[in-house]
């Protein structure tokens, strides 16, 4: 069957095949485009396949990144961790990538970015340095607590000793996550979403989207966004204030939000992504969290490289090292022009 780009009508069917398969995540949902075009300003496209029947049996999202300072590409899907191509069968698997590589061309783009959780076994170089850590909830918080070590126990203990509390919710804890947010990605010399690329998660997506803030008094000192799918539940951004680290309010936050996973039936707590052995591998596997892969694949043009587009690039570590210098303020300012062309 020809693939199909997507339109408004689509969404219907599309939205079934996304609940309905077990092979799909929360970032192949139509909705994301919108979030992307209204805060991002790229162009975003759904392809998909239908059988003989009329029936979708396989997507994929697209975004188009053009940018002077990073290039041209197309990804599935930026800013998240996951996205790709997705289909039971390896024919439309390999007409959804086929149509994207036509497109591809047709744009001029240097490279296609698919973000897998698994090879695509079609030939394309890849990247595996990146996992995501994984943690297999029991039924209920107070299993989940007594399977921790003592040591953890412990450590949990420590910010609610020193009179931090934990509050979970949605819009009314935006301006506390943002507030940490922006101050922790300006001490990692990274430009800051827009706050209203948060707000348009949390309006379109009601039911499955909330946030975890730490405080001390009136302070917020730690801060992180969940955003659930079918059993799983994942924390794509969290962060904290450098100066409260001694109190361990990550501690309190990551706790919280599993005794909420816990609560709300999820049966797996996703940590999000991270590198191999890092500290924040081993900050995650502390909890129980085991490794699962990411297997981001690349179309390239002809006599192309796999890009990197990460602070590990040399040629970026003058900006990076600038960046940790600005007043929040400025960076809150200038990083949403910046970070939209950063997938």
Same mark, same amino acid.
């Given at each position: 069957?020809?693939?199909k780009?997507?339109?408004?009508?689509?969404n219907?069917?599309?939205?079934?095949y $996304?609940?309905?398969?077990?092979?799909?995540?929360?970032?192949?949902?139509?909705?994301?485009?919108?979030?992307?075009?209204?805060?991002?300003?790229?162009k975003?496209?759904?392809?998909?396949?239908?059988?003989?029947?009329?029936? !979708?049996?396989?997507i994929?999202?697209?975004?188009?990144?053009k940018?002077?300072?990073?290039?041209?590409?197309?990804?599935?899907?930026?800013?998240?961790?996951?996205?790709?191509?997705?289909?039971?069968?390896?024919?439309?698997?390999?007409?959804?990538?086929?149509?994207?590589?036509?497109?591809a061309?047709?744009?001029?783009?240097?490279?296609?970015?698919?973000?897998?959780?698994?090879?695509?076994?079609?030939?394309?170089p890849?990247?595996? !340095?990146? #996992?995501?850590?994984?943690?297999?909830?029991?039924?209920?918080?107070?299993?989940?607590?007594?399977?921790?070590?003592?040591?953890?126990?412990?450590?949990?203990? $420590?910010?609610?000793?020193?009179?931090?509390?934990?509050?979970?919710?949605?819009?009314? &804890?935006?301006?506390?996550?943002?507030?940490?947010?922006?101050?922790?990605?300006?001490?990692?010399?990274?430009?800051?979403?827009?706050?209203?690329?948060?707000k348009?998660?949390?309006?379109?997506?009601?039911?499955c989207?909330?946030?975890?803030? !730490?405080?001390?008094?009136?302070?917020?000192?730690?801060?992180?966004?969940? $955003?659930?799918?079918?059993?799983?539940?994942?924390?794509?951004?969290?962060?904290?204030?450098r100066?409260?680290?001694?109190?361990?309010?990550?501690?309190?936050?990551?706790?919280?939000?599993?005794?909420?996973?816990?609560?709300?039936?999820?049966?797996?707590?996703?940590?999000?992504?991270?590198t191999?052995?890092?500290?924040?591998?081993?900050?995650? &596997?502390?909890?129980?969290?085991?490794?699962?892969p990411?297997?981001?694949?690349?179309? $390239?043009? &002809? &006599?192309?490289?796999?890009p990197?587009?990460?602070?590990?690039?040399?040629?970026?570590?003058?900006?990076?090292?600038?960046?940790?210098?600005?007043?929040?303020?400025?960076t809150?300012?200038?990083?949403?022009?910046? #970070?939209?062309?950063?997938?």
């Open positions: 069957m020809p693939i780009l997507a339109g408004s009508q689509d219907v069917k599309i939205d079934e $996304v609940s309905g398969k077990s092979i799909t995540n929360l970032y192949h949902d139509h909705r994301w485009g919108e979030i992307i075009e209204n805060c991002f300003g790229h975003y496209r759904l392809l998909y396949s239908e059988n003989s029947d009329g029936i !979708v049996n396989g994929l999202p697209l975004v188009h990144m940018s002077w300072s990073f290039g041209n590409f197309i990804v599935s899907m930026p800013y998240f961790n996951y996205g790709g191509v997705c289909a039971g069968e390896d024919s439309v698997r390999h007409d959804l990538i086929a149509e994207a590589v036509r497109i061309k047709d744009l001029k783009v240097q490279h296609i970015e698919f973000r897998q959780e698994n090879s695509l076994q079609n030939g394309f890849e990247k595996t !340095v990146k #996992v995501s850590m994984r943690l297999e909830l029991p039924g209920s918080p107070d299993e989940l607590w007594k399977s921790f070590p003592s040591k953890l126990r412990s450590q949990i203990k $420590v910010p609610q000793k020193g009179g931090m509390v934990a509050r979970i919710g949605r819009l009314e &804890e935006l301006e506390s996550f943002y507030e940490v947010f922006s101050h922790n990605m300006r001490h990692l010399g990274t430009p800051v979403y827009p706050k209203s690329f948060f348009e998660i949390l309006e379109k997506f009601p039911a989207t909330w946030i975890c803030s !730490v405080r001390m008094g009136d302070t917020p000192v730690a801060s992180g966004f969940l $955003v659930g799918f079918k059993a799983r539940l994942e924390i794509p951004w969290a962060s904290s204030i100066r409260y680290n001694r109190f361990s309010p990550n501690m309190l936050l990551y706790w919280s939000c599993l005794k909420f996973a816990c609560e709300r039936g999820f049966t797996t707590f996703d940590f999000g992504r991270s191999k052995e890092e500290s924040t591998f081993k900050f995650k &596997e502390q909890w129980g969290a085991a490794p699962h990411m297997v981001w694949s690349y179309w $390239v043009r &002809e &006599e192309g490289t796999i990197d587009i990460t602070p590990r690039n040399r040629k970026y570590q003058l900006a990076i090292g600038i960046w940790k210098k600005l007043p929040v303020p400025v809150q300012m200038l990083g949403p022009r910046i #970070v939209k062309n950063i997938p």
